[in-house]
Nanobody
């Protein structure tokens, strides 16, 4: 089982980035997925959730209206489109698999396993 994130980088405030997460080693369409982020010296926190079909979405209040999560089950991939980025969005971003395929929406780190290695997003002028 492997999750590999990509698409991070340095962007100016107000800019956009699109993160991707490629999954392999499991039946991707059977599992909901989540995005989390961890800023330096802080805990890893929930950013977005997408159900197995992509029909149910949840976002942290801090990113609602700016970030959009999507998935392509044919490509075994989940994405996070990030617009209107702010300096406080700076963090390492992780994708993760909802560990219980029949579980409810997950907002906690402990609801997810496995995790990708993370990709750094830095928002700075």
């Amino acid at each position: 089982v492997q999750l590999v994130e990509s698409g991070g980088g340095l962007v100016q405030p107000g800019g956009s980035l699109r993160l991707s997460c490629a999954a392999s080693g499991f039946t991707f369409s059977d599992y909901a997925m989540g995005w989390f982020r961890q800023a330096p010296g802080k805990e890893r926190v929930f950013v977005a959730y997408i159900s197995r079909s992509g029909g149910i979405l949840y976002y942290a209040d801090s990113v609602k209206g700016r970030f959009t999560v999507s998935r392509d089950n044919a490509e075994n991939a989940v994405s996070l489109q990030m617009n209107s980025l702010k300096p406080e969005d700076t963090a390492v971003y992780y994708c993760a698999t909802r560990s219980d395929p029949n579980g409810s929406v997950g907002f906690r780190v402990s609801d997810y396993n496995p995790w990708g290695q993370g990709t750094q997003v830095t928002v700075s002028s």
